[in-house]
């Protein structure tokens, strides 16, 4: 048995009625009965997950919730983007209907982003909203998808396009499991990590950068990073649960990374999320620099660290070419960023010192995309 719970960590996510823990350590799935049985009253709980994470993680679930006396029902649905979708979502309704859940039994969301925020929105709108548990899988859902309550799918008109915010009544963060996970996977996961430092943190970014291979090799600094990361988000939820300030920052360098997977098309060959904001974050200490807000100097070491743990940091770095700067710009100004036909980015002053900026000039963008599309 894998007895290292002494490492483990527990994040508060303080929201008054709407309160949450995060558990996060070694082998919490394998204790998920226990944990949640001393949380939640409810005695059924359906499962949603995604085909990847069932052939591995499911039945290990599903043993320890049944062994503490909850009954399980599972629904496996296809992994990828894809699925976070209309026709999903009624096929995750459907199944919780089917299988009775009432109000005070839990719907458990174990997978990546895209099983937590499909399976949190169904939960949100099922007979009004029943109990809900994320199991995130991967780096970036432990770190950043199951934090905060955004749950919702894709519409034909854009990402995240329909949605509701969903606090879960506990997440549970399993860092052993993201020993299966691919290195692309967790590389891309890892840039979001490293913006919890780029936004506020400057000391946890440096010890990222010492400490990088061992969170990547996994043990107790992989815990800590999860740990450092869940509650960096959890202030800034608990501070703008709805995002109408500070909760902005959180988006350093999706401004530029959702252009460039737009501009590559959604396509994960081309380039995932992660990398996108890798990029993104990069170009925001760039642009930076370039209006004097900071120094270059920040920009080439937040490149040289990114670069060091294999993520791009360059639209030069993207495979088959992007579409010409205009309609880079559209995917820009088509962020929901963007208020009364002003540019809003999240741009720095230095090393963990980021900052939202209104009234970015949309032609100084031109011409820094332009630049920088070349090299
Ligand atoms: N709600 C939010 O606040 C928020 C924040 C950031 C991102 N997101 C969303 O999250 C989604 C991306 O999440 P993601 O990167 O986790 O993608 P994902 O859910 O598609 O998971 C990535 C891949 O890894 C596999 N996988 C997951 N865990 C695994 C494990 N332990 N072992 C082996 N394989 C595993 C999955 O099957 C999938 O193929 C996007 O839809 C994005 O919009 C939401
Ligand atoms: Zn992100």
């Known amino acids: 048995m894998n007895d290292a719970s002494f490492l483990e960590r527990l994040v508060h996510v303080p929201l008054g009625e709407r309160s949450y823990d995060i558990l996060i350590g070694p ?26 994470v069932a052939d591995i993680y499911l039945e290990n679930m599903v043993e320890s919730l049944e062994s503490d006396g909850i009954a399980t029902t599972s629904l496996i649905l296809p992994a990828g983007e894809k699925t976070k ?24 969301a174990l997978g990546g982003g895209v099983i937590g925020d499909l399976t949190g929105f169904a939960a949100g709108i099922v007979r009004r909203g029943v109990r809900f548990v994320q199991a995130p899988t991967s780096l970036l859902s432990q770190v950043d998808s199951s934090v905060g309550g955004k749950t919702g799918i894709n519409a034909r008109q854009g990402k995240n396009l329909v949605g509701i915010f969903n606090q879960p009544d506990l997440v549970l963060a399993d860092t052993d499991v993201l020993d299966t996970l691919s290195p692309r996977e967790f590389r891309a996961g890892y840039a979001e990590v490293a913006k ?90 760039q642009f930076s620099a370039r209006m004097n807000l900071s120094s270059p100097d920040d920009a080439i070491r937040v490149a040289a660290h990114l670069s060091e743990v294999g993520l791009p940091t360059s639209m030069t770095d993207i495979e088959g070419g992007l579409p010409p700067t205009d309609i880079l710009m559209d995917a820009i100004a088509q962020d929901k960023k963007v208020k009364s036909g002003k540019l809003t980015f999240i741009l720095t002053h230095g090393i963990g010192q980021s900052f939202v900026a209104d009234d970015v000039p949309v032609a100084e963008v031109l011409s820094f995309l332009e630049e920088k599309r070349r090299r």
């Not at 026709?87 to 719907?107: F, G, H, Q, S």
């Not at 800034?236 to 401004?255: S, Y």
Request: glycine share 10%.
């Open 27 to 52: 082998g919490v799935i394998g204790r998920a009965g226990g944990e949640i049985s001393t949380r939640i009253k409810g005695r059924k709980a359906a499962i949603v997950t995604d085909e990847n």
């Open 85 to 108: 979708s209309f026709e999903p979502l009624m096929t995750v309704c459907d199944a919780l209907l089917e299988a009775r859940i009432e109000r005070n039994d839990m719907v458990i």
């Open 196 to 285: 919890y430092g780029l936004i506020d943190k400057p000391d946890f970014f440096a010890w990222l950068e010492a400490n990088w291979r061992e969170i990547f090799a996994g043990g107790p600094a992989r815990i800590e990073a999860i740990a450092a990361s869940c509650q960096a988000k959890a202030d800034v939820v608990a501070a703008d649960e709805r995002e109408n300030g500070r909760r902005a920052l959180l988006n350093l360098g999706h401004t530029f990374g959702h252009a460039l997977e737009s501009a590559t098309g959604y396509d994960s060959r081309r380039l995932v999320h992660g990398e996108g904001v890798a990029i993104g974050m990069v170009l925001a200490y």
